[in-house]
T-cell receptor
Framework: EDQVTQSPEALRLQEGESSSLNCSYT??????LFWYRQDPGKGPEFLFT???AGEEKEKERLKATLTKKESFLHITAPKPEDSATYLC????????????FGQGTTLQVKP | DVKVTQSSRYLVKRTGEKVFLECVQD?????MFWYRQDPGLGLRLIYF???????EKGDIPEGYSVSREKKERFSLILESASTNQTSMYLC????????????FGSGTQLSVL
């Protein structure tokens, strides 16, 4: 069964303390791995799509990487405004275009 | 700016009521989706549609139905609301034949009493 698992569930960082969020997936024929950011009371907002192992994408303090089994969202020198829940999702060839979401990692960055 | 609009931000209904959740997108997207989001369970797909008047069951369709009479509008219907349908409901849309870059609405927090 296709599955996406994120860890940790929650992460507390001090401002400037870099860290990584993990997204492990078991999906047949991965067609895309997606990262979204969700602020409290709002819908998820798209961050990145990664298509093949070895691919990397960056946006400000965020960098997403992909291997054949997992993806990482690296946060460099985070600021309090980076506090949010980060969701990853996988699109596999057997899912007719449906995304399988992980449960999310809630990040809190303290000043 | 692209937009997915859900008709209600908060909704309180009684057990057994018929509930309609409306979603409209202004991006001319072919694909529309309804998810529910519960603590510890993440986002789960209820129904989706790749074209007008088409619908496909997601992972948890029981107790729900959908309607897509126009391209821009996708409605989720709870035929007889139950307390276990209390949840955050999220509508999303995407364009093209390949699903990517979902645009989400702000969500409807539904409480069934």
């Amino acid at each position: 069964e296709d599955q996406v698992t994120q860890s940790p569930e929650a992460l507390r960082l001090q401002e400037g303390e870099s860290s990584s969020l993990n997204c492990s997936y078991t999906v047949s024929g991965l067609r895309g791995l997606f990262w979204y950011r969700q602020d409290p009371g709002k819908g998820p907002e798209f961050l990145f799509t990664l298509y093949s192992a070895g691919e990397e994408k960056e946006k400000e303090r965020l960098k997403a990487t992909l291997t054949k089994k997992e993806s990482f969202l690296h946060i460099t020198a985070p600021k309090p405004e980076d506090s949010a829940t980060y969701l990853c999702a996988a699109d596999g060839s057997g899912n007719t275009g449906k995304l399988i979401f992980g449960q999310g990692t809630t990040l809190q960055v303290k000043p | 700016d692209v937009k997915v609009t859900q008709s209600s931000r908060y909704l309180v209904k009684r057990t057994g009521e018929k509930v309609f959740l409306e979603c409209v997108q202004d991006m001319d997207h072919e694909n529309m989706f309804w998810y529910r989001q519960d603590p510890g369970l993440g986002l789960r797909l209820i129904y989706f549609s790749y074209d007008v008047k088409m619908k496909e069951k997601g992972d948890i369709p029981e107790g729900y139905s959908v309607s897509r009479e126009k391209k821009e509008r996708f409605s989720l219907i709870l035929e007889s609301a139950s307390t276990n349908q209390t949840s955050m409901y999220l509508c999303a849309s995407s364009g093209g034949g390949r699903q990517e870059k979902l645009f989400f609405g702000s969500g409807t927090q539904l409480s069934v009493l």
